[in-house]
């Protein structure tokens, strides 16, 4: 069965630091990948996608994430985050059968 | 101003009654989407539709039904047969079978006491 990990389930930070979220997922095919983020009793906002291409996707609020095929990785990362950053994220994966698989998510706190 | 309405946000009802969740969208998108989401277990799928009167189950579909008589509207069901259907639920959209995107509604906390 196809999953999506995510390696850390909270992220502590400060303000101003850079911060990496990790996601890998198991597929032997090819996939399409996506970041959401999500504020509290809040719906999912799309932070950015890979459906092919460079391997490098830049997203909104100045996210972006690498897709490495040979890890079956796409993680996350910011250089520098704000207290407005903090919110729980979701890595996705859209596998056979177009249905979207997400991981567990990782909340990032981010502290003054 | 196009998007995803659901309704309404939060929802409490007594054990064993059925409840219906609202969805509607005006994106004029195929396919949709019911997820369920419970701290620390991501979001799980419970049933899709990628084209008006057909739907498939999702992973946990036990427990709940839905419809798609219309293309705008994919309402959500939850039974009484449901064991444990206090939880955040949310609906989705995209505007291809592809899945190259998929947009959210603000979600429904459904609490059942």
């Known amino acids: 069965a196809q999953s999506v990990t995510q390696l850390d389930s909270q992220v502590p930070v400060f303000e101003e630091a850079p911060v990496e979220l990790r996601c890998n997922y198991s597929?032997?095919?090819?996939?399409?990948l996506f970041w959401y983020v999500q504020y509290p009793n809040q719906g999912l906002q799309l932070l950015l996608k890979?459906?092919?291409?460079?391997?490098l996707v830049k997203g909104i609020n100045g996210f972006e994430a690498e897709f490495n095929k040979s890890q079956t990785s796409f993680h996350l990362r910011k250089p520098s985050v704000h207290i407005s950053d903090t919110a729980e994220y979701f890595c996705?994966?859209?596998?056979?059968?177009?249905?979207?698989?997400f991981g567990a998510g990782t909340i990032l706190r981010v502290k003054s | 101003d196009g998007g995803i309405t659901q309704s309404p946000k939060y929802l409490f009802r007594k054990e064993g009654q059925n409840v219906t969740l609202s969805c509607e969208q005006n994106?004029?998108?195929?396919?949709m989407y019911w997820y369920r989401q419970d701290p620390g277990q991501g979001l799980r799928l419970i049933y899709y539709?990628?084209?008006?009167?057909?739907?498939q189950k999702g992973d946990i579909a036990e427990g709940y039904s839905v419809s798609r008589e219309k293309k705008e509207s994919f309402p959500l069901t939850v039974t009484s047969a449901q064991k444990n259907p206090t939880a955040f639920y949310l609906c989705?959209?995209?505007?291809?079978?592809?899945?190259?995107?998929?947009?959210f509604g603000q979600g429904t906390r459904l609490t059942v006491v």
């Open positions: 994106l004029n998108h195929d396919a």
């Open positions: 996705a994966v859209r596998i056979y059968g177009n249905k979207l698989v």
């Open positions: 597929s032997s095919v090819s996939v399409y």
């Open positions: 989705a959209s995209s505007p291809d079978r592809e899945l190259t995107e998929a947009f």
């Open positions: 890979y459906l092919s291409g460079s391997t």
């Open positions: 539709s990628q084209i008006v009167n057909d739907f």
